[in-house]
């Protein structure tokens, strides 16, 4: 960690709060004061810090914080402390090449995922507020200047640990390891060998992660070891992308010209990492202990996956073989007919069994495939309770989810200065099992413009 100078943004105004988080930290209200913090003007003690990273496969060895500065933490109503950081607050000696600055568009696109995210019950860092400014950017083109006050149970990631690993600074991260273990992992502390179970909790949080994006039909876009938690939250959000149109190849970042974070590829991607953890901790614990606990994560990541589908299909009740079976039918249909992935599960949820002809069958194009996957489960499904596939499905098929096309238009919205549709998919997007029929049109296919839309590294 080394303190930097915040370089706040000029004439600050706020963009918009979260009044979910701000009650759990109980904060009242955000006065100009705070305003004047979060936007980089108050902060003597703001730090930022070094870690490495794998990005795309190739080793960086010395990357961090190169456009966020951690500025102190907030207590929780159960007196835990997360971490405050401010994105886009300036330069740090770790910025490469760049301006330290956060534009409009990616701060919007942060700020409405993370909670988003945070709904869906998927773990993930947190977003406060966001504060804007009508100082000029350049990315692509000229944009405007934005911070996110992000807040997170940590913001260690595996970089962290691979920077001392890699520099042969073995005492530091030794210093590192144990107040990971003391802070965040004290039930290993308990094990005969506390770093080998604080590796095998990481490894299971992390396939749990994943599998929970896969469930969601989500792509992070940027899967580098430097973005990856150690707490298994989902963290730094850039080129991330829910699918539209259900495809297993579906890469969300205009950047991965090789598709290494493609969709179907994110689970090995998790376990890539996970072993490029796992070589960090040889000083302490056993290649073959460590290669252990790496053997159990296909298995954790394939329970959770099936277990998350199942409940999506309303299919929890059944066997296994049947709910597997099901599962891999809707999937290959969903391919097989081009169906929208969200919306097909919308469609699914809705559908009542006795139904020859459900409205969800208009959607996909191969026919004869659905009506043959329907039978198979309508048939399953007779005998269990109609209720409980409901309640199943609907507390896992959302009714609304961030589409790049949705974030387009708040961010259009936002760059003339009119937040309400920000402040208005807030509440719903942390809710997102809810129906809001006035955001009816946000929960709709996908419009066809929509198919233009890139999201890149800088996003």
């Known amino acids: 960690m080394v303190q930097v100078s915040l370089q706040g943004i000029s004439e ?4 918009s709060e979260n009044s979910q988080l701000r009650e759990t930290f109980q904060i009242h ?3 100009e004061d705070d305003i004047s913090l979060l936007s980089g003007h108050r902060s003597a003690d703001a730090v930022a810090s070094v870690y490495a990273g794998h990005q795309f496969g190739g080793y960086t060895p010395r990357l961090g914080d190169g456009r966020a500065a951690l500025i102190g933490g907030l207590e929780d109503r159960d007196q835990r402390i997360w971490e405050v950081q401010l994105k886009g607050s300036g330069m740090t000696p770790f910025s490469r090449m760049g301006d330290g600055r956060a534009v409009l568009r990616s701060s919007v696109r942060e700020y409405l995922m993370s909670e988003n995210m945070a709904g869906l019950g998927i773990p993930t860092t947190r977003a406060l507020a966001i504060t804007g400014s009508d100082d000029v950017v350049i990315r692509e083109a000229r944009e405007t200047a934005a911070m996110v006050t992000r807040v997170a ?45 604080l590796f095998t909790e990481v490894v299971q949080r992390t396939a749990r992660l994943i599998a929970a994006w896969q469930a969601q039909g989500w792509c992070h876009g940027v899967m ?16 991330f992308g829910f699918m539209d149109r259900f495809d297993p190849a579906f890469i969300c970042n205009h950047s991965d010209d090789y598709g290494r974070y493609a969709y179907d590829q994110q689970p090995k991607i998790g376990l890539w990492n996970l072993v490029q953890l796992g070589n960090c901790l040889t000083p302490w614990v056993a ?17 959770s996956y099936m277990a998350l589908m199942a409940q999506k299909l309303g299919v ?9 079976s099901l599962t891999i039918g809707w999937l290959e249909l969903l391919g097989r007919g081009q169906m929208d992935y969200h919306f097909s599960f919308t469609g699914l949820t809705q559908a009542e069994l006795h139904e020859r002809k459900p409205d969800v069958r208009n959607h996909t194009l191969d026919l004869a495939g659905f009506d043959a996957w329907w039978q198979q489960y309508s048939d399953a499904l007779k005998g269990t309770s109609a209720t409980s596939r409901r309640q199943q499905m609907h507390s896992h098929n959302p009714y609304l989810v961030l589409r790049n096309w949705v974030a387009q238009e708040a961010i259009e919205a936002a760059e003339k200065k009119d937040f309400t549709l920000i402040n208005a998919l807030l509440p719903a997007l942390q809710q997102p099992f809810q129906e809001y ?7 709709q296919l996908p419009p066809d413009w929509s198919k233009s839309l890139a999201v890149s590294c800088s996003s």
């Open 287 to 303: 290649v073959e202990t460590l290669q252990r606990a790496v053997d159990g994560y296909n298995d954790c990541y394939q329970r």
């Open 153 to 197: 149970r940590s913001f260690l990631r595996f970089g962290h640990y691979q920077f001392f690993f890699h520099t042969n600074q073995h005492e530091e991260l030794k210093a590192l390891i144990d107040f990971t273990l003391e802070q965040y992992f004290p039930d290993c502390l308990n094990q005969a060998e506390p770093i080998a179970a």
């Open 437 to 443: 029929p006035e955001l009816a049109s946000y929960a």
């Open 316 to 324: 929890a009740e059944l066997a296994e073989d049947q709910r597997e």
């Open 12 to 15: 600050p105004y706020l963009i």
């Open 29 to 31: 209200s955000l006065r």
């Open 224 to 239: 580098n070891t430097d973005n990856f938690s150690i707490l298994g939250d989902t963290i730094d959000y850039g080129p």
